[in-house]
Nanobody
């Protein structure tokens, strides 16, 4: 059974930091590209950060320089370090695992973790 379990969300003041974690099980983590998405109130889900199986990263323009995605293949876990948080970062953050197409198809989601940035 595939599971993606996010943690680390919460309430933080503007300018603060949070570190999200996504622990996976039931997949061969090394062959999955990992992504963080978010969906704010009355907004569409958007891609925030991505990291490939090889460690290449990509970020939404709105978070460049503030967020860092990383992965620990030994722990089957992906992280999102979020610094200099702004109220507009408030959203439910979702972890997504997409199998590298070289290895076939596979697409899994976590249940989401709430991040609220407010004073």
């Amino acid at each position: 059974q595939v599971q993606l379990v996010e943690s680390g969300g919460g309430l933080v003041q503007p300018g603060g930091s949070l570190r999200l974690s996504c622990a996976t099980s039931g997949i061969l983590f090394n062959i999955y590209n990992m992504n963080w998405y978010r969906q704010g109130p009355e907004k569409q889900r958007e891609l925030v950060a991505a990291i490939t199986t090889g460690g290449s990263t990509n970020y939404a323009d709105s978070v460049k320089g503030r967020f860092t995605i990383s992965r620990d293949n030994a722990k089957n876990t992906v992280y999102l370090q979020m610094n200099s948080l702004k109220p507009e970062d408030t959203a439910v953050y979702y972890c997504n695992a997409k199998r590298d197409p070289v290895w076939g198809s596979g697409d899994y989601w976590g249940q989401g973790t709430q991040v609220t940035v407010s004073s």
